[in-house]
DNA sequence: GGCAATGTAACACAAAATATTACAGGAGGA
DNA sequence: TCCTCCTGTAATATTTTGTGTTACATTGCC
């Protein structure tokens, strides 16, 4: 499977954040339309990013959606606050194993290990990644 | 979302064949006793490591499949055969940003390169790993 | 020919992601 | 104070993917 798209939308709003912060008022209805999704997905994943931490909504105020130090946020950050991945890890197991074959009762054995280095890993290379890494967005001086 | 379990069965079918090939009759039905699920589901997996060459069937030989140079075959290679993540890739993108917003005009520049590169180290992760640096089966001597 | 196993289609079901409508509640501004 | 805008969240629907199951044609050994 693949990781679901809360992730792109999360960084989406993130960097619409940085772009339009102090320029326009931000709301889940305005970045709808830049994202081109439903309103209440917007809202939904707002609320994942507030409670990691990463942004902050003022209420009643007119729709505006301020933030802190957004670009020292890596990749990890978003992803874990959207994908609610850590309980399981990145690899679902089949849930039934045979004990009593030899190869059932020792798989577990033979590949737990393994596969949490490389969801690790994988983890490590996000955390890597800073927003302000990322390619900066082309200003539209015509605008 | 979580890499389908497909691919844990997938390395369990494998790790079957080298602990059982030339002692068992290795059938669709012997292997899901092992691993606990559907024969179907197995067969339609052993379809596709056929299909990336990993192993292959003798059909109508009373059950018997036989594999080649298994030690070698890395964890990509089976994660590759069974998982259709390829054409996507492992990020799901949005579907519609904006054109017509300047981040939704560059959210794809801002991003693709990124994502492609953690994913070409994750798989590459994948690609370090061969069947043979997992760990051994424990041989149960009294069976 | 009979038997055992594969290869696949067809369908059912569950879980997750995504979309949509609805509405209560907070806060600013007239 | 009242109006309006926006958030937060529930409820529900739809789609997609994964998984389970039955059925059956086909293959090749005995």
Redesign the pocket.
Known sequence: ??I???FT?AVHILECIKYFEGRN???????AGSI?????????I??QL?AAGLVS?????????SARNLDDVTLYDVYSAV??VSSDGLF?F???PNPKCPVGKNIHDILDGTLREIQNSFEERMRSVKLKDLKPVTLDITE
């Open positions: 499977m693949q679901s798209s809360r939308i008022a931000i709301t889940s209805e305005f970045l081109g999704v439903n309103a209440v997905i917007i809202r939904r707002i609320s507030k909504v003022e209420r009643g105020k007119t729709g505006i959606i994908e609610a679902h089949h849930a039934n």
